[in-house]
């Protein structure tokens, strides 16, 4: 089992900036990957970044050059910076990790932490 818990959502103006992180408990040495989802209401949840084995981070196209995820994995904890963020941007941010076993991937989440921009 792996516990999720993003922090650092808010309110704030189109072109600023926040910094979500996500701190995880549990089993993390067997977290293969983690990532950052978002959601828009009445939208389907979106892939925004992420990192698996390797460290190779994706971006979704629609964030790329503004946000940028990193990790410190000392403290198990994911980061993402979003810069010149924009009304569209705006939604509950989710972490995300996967495991694999014998059965399958296992999909942990956040609770969600909720990003508004205003115009």
């Known amino acids: 089992q792996v516990q999720l818990v993003e922090s650092g959502g808010g309110l704030v103006q189109a072109g600023g900036s926040l910094t979500l992180s996500c701190a995880a408990s549990?089993?993390?040495?067997?977290?293969?990957?983690i990532g950052w989802y978002r959601q828009a209401l009445g939208k389907q949840r979106e892939l925004v970044a992420s990192?698996?084995?390797?460290?190779?981070?994706n971006y979704a196209d629609f964030v790329k050059g503004r946000f940028t995820m990193s990790r410190d994995n000392a403290k198990d904890t994911v980061y993402l910076q979003m810069n010149s963020l924009r009304p569209d941007d705006t939604g509950v941010y989710y972490c995300?990790?996967?495991?694999?076993?014998?059965?399958?991937?296992?999909?942990?989440w956040g609770q969600g932490t909720q990003v508004t921009v205003s115009s």
């Open positions: 995300n990790a996967w495991t694999t076993s014998w059965s399958g991937r296992h999909d942990y």
């Open positions: 549990g089993s993390t040495s067997s977290v293969k990957g």
């Open positions: 990192i698996s084995s390797g460290d190779n981070i």
